[in-house]
Structure formats: C-alpha cells, structure tokens
Nanobody
C-alpha cells in the first residue's frame, strides 16, 4: 500500500518561507514522477510544481522564481521550498505521485497521478 504523508504546512506572514515535505512509502521512489498541487477554498485543484524521475522540473507561472521542488531518493521524500510567500498562496497543498516501476515525466494533469497525500494547510497573512 503506497502512502504519501505531507508535513511542513503552517501560518506565515507575506514574504515568509515554508518548506513542505512529502514522505513516500514505496521502494521504487527513484523512478516516480511527482508534483505538488494546491487547492484554495472555492477553487479547483491546480498544479504548482512538478518533477520528473530524471529530476527535470516544471513550475506554474504564479510560483516561478519563488518555489523550488526537489526529490531526495535516499530518503523517499519530496520537498517544496516556498519563499516570498503571498496571501494568494494560501491553500491546502497536496503531494501527488505516479509510480509505474518505470521512469516517467511529470504533468499538471490531476488524472496523471495515481497516489495522493492527505494535504497540508498553508496560510499566508498580509
């Protein structure tokens, strides 16, 4: 049973930083492609940052230059470093993973991922 467990959310003032973590219980973590999504109240879930199994990354325009996604294969953990946070970054952040046993490219399509975490809340005040 694959599990993704996020942590690191919290409340910060605008301009502050947070680092989210997503611990995965899967032996083939290195071949996974993964992503962070977020969902604000009353809005749909949107892709924020994604990383391929070869560590290539992709970012939503709204977070480019402020957020950094990374993957530690030795620790089976995905990270999202969030700097210069804005009130509009307030949302529940979800970790997503696609495990097929083979290398894969990431995507911002929700249906691409077959495993999801439970979410962690990020609140940015002005």
């Amino acid at each position: 049973q694959v599990q993704l467990v996020e942590s690191g959310g919290g409340s910060v003032r605008a301009g502050g930083s947070l680092r989210l973590s997503c611990a995965a219980s899967i032996y083939s973590f290195s071949s996974a492609c993964m992503a962070w999504f977020r969902q604000a109240p009353g809005k749909g879930r949107e892709g924020v940052a994604a990383i391929d199994s070869d560590a290539s990354t992709n970012y939503a325009d709204s977070v480019k230059g402020r957020f950094t996604i990374s993957k530690d294969n030795a620790k089976n953990t995905l990270y999202l470093q969030m700097n210069s946070l804005k009130p509009e970054d307030t949302a529940t952040y979800y970790c997503a993973a696609r495990f097929t046993g083979r290398p894969c490219s990431s995507s911002f399509l929700i249906a691409w991922y077959n495993y999801w975490g439970q979410g962690t809340q990020v609140t940015v005040s002005s």
